[in-house]
């Protein structure tokens, strides 16, 4: 059973370019979301797709974007690069329950896309 | 504004020792706490967790406390072995479901040395 892929592995780009980083989730999730982890930074929470729509959204500007497709698979999408941008991109996919509360919250990590912005 | 906060950057215990790594929080929404592992090249993985209607849960030789009126938690590894050394991250939600988003702090890195 494969777990959460990432891809690419490592990206280069410069300041003003664009960039589209992939996560394909884990088998059985539906859910995925993307945090930013800044060296020295824990993991921030960049948004949440599920049902192909943006559910939740971390305080990060709009030059962040993401896409869910059919088949759960997601993009993260960032424009207009930074050198600020530069950072490992995580991908966390997740089972949807409605309701109420489950037991614990299993988010299962992939093992990140490291972005450098020269 | 650091909700989430490790304040130890580093740690170091000898093997077989207990190693504590301990966090605080400030925003008295959360309700739910978790605790992730982090090796190089990988991405987190979850180890243990707490709702704040306990104070303590066990998992083998991993025990979290919580103290809600400090807005303190702490992990517990008894006894520690090399295989744990790692960086080691607190988490937080409103929420304990997994559709809820995880505020982290920034994390500890733990060496257990032999």
């Known amino acids: 059973d494969a777990g959460v892929t990432q891809s690419p592995t490592h990206l280069i780009k410069t300041r003003g370019q664009q960039v589209t980083l992939r996560c394909s989730p884990k088998s059985g999730h539906d859910t995925v979301s993307w945090y930013q982890q800044a060296l020295g930074q824990g993991p921030q929470f960049i948004f949440q797709y599920y049902e192909e729509e943006e559910r939740q959204r971390g305080n990060f500007p709009d030059r962040f974007s993401g896409h869910q497709f059919p088949n759960y698979s997601s993009e993260l999408n960032v424009n207009a690069l930074l050198l600020g941008d530069s950072a490992l991109y995580l991908c966390a996919s997740s089972l949807f329950l409605a309701g109420g509360r489950q037991a614990y919250n299993e988010q299962f990590f992939g093992p990140g896309t490291r972005l450098t912005v020269l | 504004d650091q909700q989430v906060k490790q304040n130890s950057p580093s740690l170091s215990v000898q093997e077989g020792r207990i190693s504590i790594l301990n966090c605080d929080y400030t925003?008295?929404?959360?309700?739910?706490f978790l605790w992730y592992k982090k090796y190089p090249a990988e991405g987190p993985t979850f180890l243990i967790s707490?709702?704040?209607?306990?104070d303590k849960n066990e998992d083998g030789r991993f025990t979290v406390f919580l103290n809600k009126s400090a807005k303190h938690l702490s992990l517990h590894i008894v006894p520690s072995q090399p295989g744990d050394s790692a960086v080691y991250f607190c988490?937080?939600?409103?929420?304990?479901?997994?559709?809820?988003?995880?505020?982290f702090g920034k994390g500890t890195l733990l060496t257990v040395n032999p």
């Open positions: 925003n008295s929404m959360f309700d739910y």
């Open positions: 988490a937080a939600s409103k929420g304990g479901g997994s559709n809820y988003k995880l505020t």
């Open positions: 707490i709702s704040s209607i306990k």
